[in-house]
């Protein structure tokens, strides 16, 4: 479990977790019902680097890679970490850039000293450019 933060920092939005989480249960599921080996499941439903680190956890945590109930364990515990992110709601005027949601995300880090995903909302018509709401305390 202490790899998991690195194996999510390219994952700063809420959409972009569910995503991931979506990808871990589909190969999760598969596991149970495929003859497929696990890296041709997540060649499937992950990019080669997520695939690639999935891999690396899995070595750190000593799984052996072909034992089905294993995996699962550990897609399970990754599933719930990823399910228990704390999520800043940011309301902005635009849609921000990549770019920007890392300085965002990375400005969370920092301050929160945790990792924080960002569920982004557009609402042109608020003034003066954001609202950030973060565990029940909204700010404008």
């Not at 003859?35 to 999935?54: A, G, K, R, W, Y």
Request: glycine residues 2%.
């Amino acid at each position: 479990m202490n790899s998991y933060p690195t194996l999510v920092q390219g994952i700063y939005t809420k959409r972009q977790c569910y995503i991931l989480i979506t990808n871990l249960e589909a190969i999760k599921e598969e596991l149970y019902k495929s003859s497929l080996v696990l890296t041709q499941l997540m060649s499937d439903h992950l990019s080669l680097e997520l695939s690639e680190e999935i891999l690396n956890l899995l070595k750190v945590e000593n799984t052996d890679i072909t034992d089905r109930q294993s995996l699962v364990t550990v897609f399970e515990s990754l599933i719930s970490y990823l399910k228990n992110l704390p999520i800043v709601a940011l309301t902005l005027t635009y849609s921000p850039t990549l770019k920007q949601l890392l300085q965002i995300s990375e400005w969370f880090v920092t301050e929160v000293k945790a990792k924080i995903l960002i569920e982004v909302r557009v609402d042109p018509s608020i003034i003066a450019g954001a609202t950030i709401q973060y565990k029940g305390i909204y700010k404008n």
